[in-house]
């Protein structure tokens, strides 16, 4: 399974970004999805998750309001929506597939993960 995250990037506080992710290498319309970021010397974290058809969703408390995720079935594809962004945004946003079809925060619920892509909020 290969998980290709992009769409990070270097934007002003109260600018948005789209994060989007491309997933190979098994059905894909299976397995929740997820987005987690890790920030400089912190531990990552939970940011967003989506259950497989998409039809629920749940997102940690720092971005609620501001992000959203979605997903494509059909393009094997998860992306999420960041608006009004702020410097504590910071971070390399990973995107996860889940072991199972249900929406999960948990990091050990996810077995496979992309390669990261960076996002950068100035201030």
């Known amino acids: 399974v290969q998980l290709q995250a992009s769409g990070g990037g270097l934007v002003q506080a109260g600018g948005f970004l789209r994060l989007s992710c491309a997933a190979s290498?098994?059905?894909?319309?299976?397995?929740?999805m997820g987005w987690f970021r890790q920030a400089p010397g912190k531990e990552r974290e939970f940011v967003a998750t989506?259950?497989?058809?998409?039809?629920?969703?749940y997102y940690a408390v720092s971005v609620k309001g501001r992000s959203t995720i979605s997903r494509d079935n059909a393009r094997n594809t998860v992306a999420m929506q960041m608006n009004s962004l702020k410097p504590e945004d910071t971070a390399v946003y990973y995107c996860?597939?889940?072991?199972?079809?249900?929406?999960?925060?948990?990091?050990?619920?996810?077995?496979?993960w992309g390669q990261g892509t960076q996002v950068t909020v100035s201030s």
């Open positions: 996860a597939s889940s072991r199972g079809w249900a929406i999960t925060q948990t990091e050990d619920d996810y077995d496979y």
């Open positions: 989506i259950s497989w058809n998409g039809a629920v969703t």
């Open positions: 290498g098994r059905t894909f319309s299976n397995y929740a």
